[in-house]
């Protein structure tokens, strides 16, 4: 029973940034990893980033390690992904995901219904 809404996707030319919002329904998510997956067409799904809703811990993708930064707003249900020094290979539907209990980096139990993050040049 959990509800994911992302936003802030879009065109952006390689080596800027971008901040992904998601809005997450729920009084709480004390057991939940939060985070954001992204698929690129073709492409299997893949983990990007997480935070343990309780503590605020966070893990993240080699991939993008260095250039994303995954935070949570719990008074406002919210975990937002701020993506720097952008990449074409970024490029890709991110979708904004909840797992209840275990590690996100082998998936998620409620997906959001995706935004756009295209990077071009």
């Known amino acids: 029973q959990v509800q994911l809404v992302e936003s802030g996707g879009g065109l952006v030319q390689a080596g800027g940034s971008l901040r992904l919002s998601c809005a997450a329904s729920?009084?709480?998510?004390?057991?939940?990893?939060m985070g954001w997956f992204r698929q690129a067409p073709g492409k299997e799904r893949e983990f990007v980033a997480a935070?343990?809703?309780?503590?605020?811990?966070?893990y993240y993708a080699d991939s993008v390690k260095d250039r994303v930064t995954i935070s949570r707003d719990m008074a406002k249900n919210t975990i937002t992904l701020q993506m720097n020094s952008l990449k074409p290979e970024d490029t890709a539907v991110y979708y904004c995901?909840?797992?209840?209990?275990?590690?996100?980096?082998?998936?998620?139990?409620?997906w959001g219904q995706g935004t756009q993050v295209t990077v071009s040049s």
């Open positions: 729920g009084r709480t998510f004390n057991t939940y990893n």
């Open positions: 935070i343990t809703w309780s503590s605020g811990w966070t």
């Open positions: 995901a909840a797992r209840q209990g275990g590690n996100m980096r082998y998936g998620a139990d409620y």
